[in-house]
């Protein structure tokens, strides 16, 4: 039903220890790629996941497939706890649940033909078989925009644009109802963006689909998502509808990826982003971003900043959100 939950996570952690030495290695630190990250994407919709690159985008999204294990928290996908789950128990999941890769030209396997790799998921799950196999790749690159011809092809034979629509055929192979994009279109050209941003949000009213889009081009974001949240450190720091969140941002972090795209009035007032991410090895004390934030003051070292409501469901965690 069109606003209950599809996926859900709550308080999501993933830390991975770092070792040293070969043979009689130790434990020297822990990356805390994902540190308690909660959201939920409604039936339908799609919640774009923003962010610098080593925020934890891809992990979160990892985590939601549960391609990783995590080390703390919980995802339900449609109510189910999904990492209570045996292995063989996540099969059924597995066809609701799909995901597409961020670079087409290594998520597609060169040695297969393009009907194989469209029909690979129908095979391992049973969900197509003989001619109806077939009848369904064919239907499948049709939709996508490729033609029946290209079934027999092999991806190096592709451009960019066409890998990323034989990957989206792979995606819908199984009748999904949620989709992980881990930022689909950042290694296309700007024509072809345009294209397969059209091609997902065509899909997505024809079938209902739910997207969680994971991407660091804020123009794209804006165009497709309902909801945005604004990852830093491996945390969500602001999250709210599209339209509040563009038009009135309440973190310092937000207010500095909006400053590097925005032009003309909406971009007056706008802060440059100074120095680099720290380490997520060895994050910093209290607030995570005030080692770059204009606003900084004493308490912003000593107190981590809760995740505080705002109005109209736009949360942000900063003690100088107003």
């Given amino acids: 039903m069109a606003g209950e939950p599809i996926i859900e996570a709550q308080n999501l952690s993933k ?19 994902v540190d308690g990250v909660s959201f939920s994407i409604p039936c339908g ?7 610098e690159s080593g925020c934890g985008k891809s992990t979160t999204g990892k985590l939601l497939m549960r391609l990783l ?34 670079d087409p030209y290594s998520s597609l396997n060169p040695r297969k033909t393009v009907a194989e790799i469209v029909a690979y998921p129908m095979r391992v799950t049973g969900a197509y ?33 066409q890998r990323q629509r034989i990957g989206i055929a792979r995606a819908l192979a199984v009748d999904p109802r949620f989709i992980v994009l881990d930022e689909p279109v950042s290694a296309l050209d700007v024509s072809v963006q345009a ?6 949000m065509d899909l997505q009213e024809e079938f209902g689909l739910s997207y969680l889009f994971i991407a660091h081009d804020l123009n794209v974001v804006e165009h497709l998502s309902d909801r945005v949240a604004v990852m830093y450190l491996g945390k969500i720091v602001e999250l709210a509808d ?51 934030c204009y606003a900084a003051r004493e308490i912003c070292a000593q107190v981590e900043p809760a995740w505080e409501e705002k109005g109209d469901g736009h949360r942000v965690a900063c003690h100088f959100a107003e």
């Avoid at 928290?73 to 706890?81: M, S």
């Fill in 15 to 33: 830390v991975f220890p770092v070792r040293e030495g070969f043979i009689f290695s130790r434990l020297v630190a822990e990356l805390k790629a």
């Fill in 45 to 51: 919709q799609t919640l774009g996941l923003v962010g």
């Fill in 69 to 102: 294990e995590p080390t703390g928290g919980a995802v339900y996908f449609q109510g189910q706890n999904i990492f209570e789950l045996e292995k063989a128990d996540m099969l059924p999941l597995r066809r609701q649940m799909q995901m597409v890769f961020q």
């Fill in 129 to 161: 078989r003989g001619r109806a196999l077939q009848e369904r790749v064919q239907e499948l690159l049709h939709l996508v925009g490729l033609r029946s011809h290209h079934a027999n092809r092999y991806p190096h034979q592709f451009s960019g644009g």
């Fill in 195 to 200: 294209q397969i941003i059209n091609l997902l």
């Fill in 242 to 292: 599209r339209e509040d969140l563009f038009s009135a941002p309440r973190h310092p972090y937000t207010h500095g990826l909006l400053s590097a795209v925005l032009t003309g009035e909406r971009a007056q007032g706008g802060i440059l982003l100074e120095g680099e991410i720290p380490s997520p090895t060895a994050i910093p004390s209290g607030c995570r971003f005030r080692t770059r």
